[in-house]
C-alpha cells in the first residue's frame, strides 16, 4: 500500500494512454485502473511497466479464462501463475483484481471459491502484487446477505486490498426516474468499510467512482470533497472513472466544471 498517503487516479476510456490527459493537467495519476480478458496477459503487463515508470500504480482486473468452478477447481492455475510471474518481474507495485463486481454473474460461492484458490497463487509467486477484491459496495451493505462482506470474503486466505466501485447517483436518469439525492460517501460506505477493514487486518479504497454531469453543477469541489472525506476514513485510493463504457450516466469528464474539480483535486495528490 502506498507509503506517500491515499492516491487519486482515474480509469480512462477504453484503456486509453493518460499521458496527454496527464499533461494537460500538470500533474500524474497516482493510480490508474486497466481492465483486461483472460487472454490478454502480455499487453496487461505491458501496460503495467509503462504505469510504473511513469510512478502510477497500476491496478489491473481480469475477467477470468474459464468459469469461477473451473478456476476454483484448479483449471486456471497455469493461467494465474504465469500471470503472477510475470507482474513479478515489474520494477514496482501492483494492484490485481479478479473479476470485479461479480455480484450478478454467477453463483457467488464459486467466486468466493475462485478468490481462495487463486490469491494464495498470486502471493506466492508476486511479493509485488497486492491482491484485491473489487466489490459494487452497494451489494454488500443494502442488498442479500449473501453480498455482505462475511459472506464473500473466502475464508483462511490473505486478501491484501477492498475496492468498491461505489458512485454519486444524483442526477441520473434510470427507468424514467430523476435520482434527487445525493449519495452519502461517507455515511454509507467510507465509515462502515473503514470499519470492517480495520477488524480485518485490510487495506481499502475506492476502485471506481464518478459523478454525473447534473451532480457537478450542484457541487463542482465534490471530487476533492470526497477524495478527501476517504482519506480521513483511511483509504488508500480513490480512483475515477472517466469513461462512458458500461455506464448508466455521463461519468466521463465531459465537461468544464467535471475537468476543473477533478484537476484541482489531482494536484494536491501524490504518485507513488
Not at 441520473?172 to 465509515?191: H, P
Not at 470526497?226 to 469513461?243: D, E, I, P
Request: glycine share 8%; net charge positive.
Amino acid at each position: 500500500m502506498p507509503s506517500c498517503g491515499a492516491l487519486l487516479g482515474s480509469a480512462y476510456g477504453g484503456n486509453v494512454d493518460p499521458t496527454a490527459w496527464e499533461r494537460e493537467m500538470g500533474h500524474r495519476l497516482g493510480v490508474r485502473r486497466t481492465y483486461y480478458n483472460g487472454s490478454q496477459v502480455d499487453k496487461a503487463v505491458s501496460v503495467a511497466k509503462a504505469d510504473l515508470a511513469l510512478d502510477r500504480i497500476p491496478w489491473i482486473s481480469f475477467k477470468l479464462p474459464y468459469s469461477w468452478g473451473e478456476m476454483a477447481a484448479g483449471k486456471g492455475d497455469a493461467w494465474a501463475r504465469d500471470l503472477a510471474v510475470k507482474l513479478s518481474r515489474l520494477d514496482g507495485p501492483v494492484w490485481l483484481a479478479f473479476h470485479h463486481e461479480p455480484e450478478t454473474d454467477g453463483d457467488i460461492k464459486q467466486w468466493t471459491a475462485m478468490q481462495a484458490r487463486l490469491a494464495p497463487i498470486v502471493r506466492a509467486s508476486a511479493p509485488n502484487v497486492a491482491y484485491s477484491i473489487v466489490l459494487t459496495g452497494w451489494h454488500q451493505f443494502f442488498g442479500a446477505a449473501q453480498f455482505r462482506l462475511d459472506s464473500m470474503m473466502p475464508k483462511n486466505t490473505k486478501i491484501d486490498l477492498l475496492g468498491v466501485d461505489t458512485y454519486n447517483f444524483y442526477g441520473r436518469i434510470q427507468d424514467g426516474k430523476k435520482q434527487t439525492t445525493v449519495t452519502n460517501m461517507e455515511g454509507s460506505y467510507f465509515k462502515p468499510l473503514n470499519t470492517w477493514a480495520t477488524a480485518h487486518g485490510m487495506a481499502w479504497g475506492v476502485a471506481e467512482t464518478g459523478f454525473t454531469d447534473a451532480a457537478a453543477v450542484l457541487d463542482p469541489a465534490w471530487i476533492q470533497k470526497t477524495y478527501l472525506r476517504m482519506k480521513a476514513n483511511n483509504g488508500v485510493a480513490f480512483t475515477y472513472f472517466n469513461s462512458t463504457l458500461n455506464s448508466t450516466a455521463n461519468w466521463a469528464l465531459s465537461t468544464a466544471a467535471k475537468k476543473a474539480g477533478y484537476t484541482t483535486a489531482l494536484r494536491t495528490t501524490p504518485t507513488r
